[in-house]
């Protein structure tokens, strides 16, 4: 009976760690918005190998979570709410277990990477290898101005979008200017993240992006990244990298996320400011409008008998 209890909290404990609700919700829609990017100018039929890359860049992302709550436990000991949430620092897993169940999923997740093909296989290494060095203590990008925000930005939006993308097509044109789009908002997004936590980051002794540049400018430097993203989707709106269709759904998901509105941001803590506060209802159209578009085209491919 111990041994069983002792297998279902260390079971808890690496579910725990992988932080999947604080990802899976942005994966997704990433992944499948690239690949229909792709598929709908060329004519291409969406298979079974998407659902191959988003289980990949879903592992991907557990991977860089979990990885940095191993390397993290130390620090996050030093704070109780951390310390609660960090499953090595609370004694659920061990931080050899820990180790080893990073190893299972970086191996499923470069298998099913390969079966998206070589250019999916290529961005999926270096997904997998900026996860590992963000917080990896003999590197750990993430301590570090700049290369904290690069590597963030693009291991958890603009890679996932383009191995995706790159399923079906090797030459994004215009694409580039959503994946720059998507990127960009990444870089608000840990932007946001390392605002949040400053004084925490501060007091660990590290040396990121928001401390270099103070609380005040990190704020201008975040909001215009907001607006340079923007104007990447915009111009790719313009360019009709999107079919005109969907500003219907985007309109409707609009509408339905005004539904949903919050006092918390994204990850479930106190929004630092309104930006914060908008993050749940940006999710829920994000979801929601790639969801119609992703329906839409699944419904076509049927009516047509091209599966």
């Not at 079974?48 to 879903?58: G, Q």
């Not at 997904?127 to 993430?142: A, D, G, M, Q």
């Not at 923007?230 to 709106?237: G, R, Y």
């Amino acid at each position: 009976m111990k041994q069983m209890n002792a297998w279902n909290t260390q079971l808890r404990g690496l579910i725990r760690l992988t932080r999947w609700k604080e990802y899976v919700p942005f994966v997704i829609p990433l992944t499948v918005m690239g690949a229909l990017l792709a598929a709908r100018p060329n004519n291409i039929l969406l298979d079974w190998r998407l659902v191959a890359v988003t289980i990949a860049n879903i592992l991907a992302v557990a991977y860089a979570f979990m990885i940095n709550d191993i390397e993290d436990a130390p620090d996050d000991a030093r704070d109780p709410a951390r310390a609660a949430r960090n499953p090595v620092t609370s004694g659920e897993i061990g931080v050899r277990v820990g180790y080893w169940a990073c190893r299972v999923v970086a191996t499923v997740t470069l298998v099913l990477y390969g079966i998206g093909g070589v250019w999916v296989f290529g961005i999926g290494v270096a997904t997998l290898l900026l996860s590992h060095l963000y917080s990896w203590r003999p590197v750990r990008l993430k301590a570090w101005p700049v290369t904290d925000i690069v590597s963030h930005s693009l291991m958890l939006s603009g890679l996932l979008l383009l191995a995706g993308y790159f399923i079906y097509d090797s030459a994004p044109g215009l694409v580039w200017f959503v994946a720059a789009g998507a990127t960009l908002f990444s870089v608000y997004g840990q932007l946001y993240n390392q605002l949040r936590d400053y004084d925490m980051d501060k007091a660990a002794g590290l040396f990121n992006t928001a401390i270099v540049l103070g609380e005040r400018n990190t704020r201008r430097v975040m909001y215009l990244t907001i607006a340079l993203a923007v104007a990447c989707i915009l111009i790719a709106i313009a360019r009709d990298v999107f079919p005109i269709g969907l500003g219907l759904a985007l309109a409707a998901s609009v509408a339905i996320s005004m539904q949903f509105r919050s006092t918390v941001d994204m990850r479930g803590g106190e929004a630092v400011d309104a930006s914060g506060r908008v993050q749940v209802q940006g999710l829920i159209v994000i979801n929601l409008t790639i969801s119609a578009w992703l329906i839409y085209t699944l419904i076509d491919q049927l009516s047509t008998g091209l599966f």
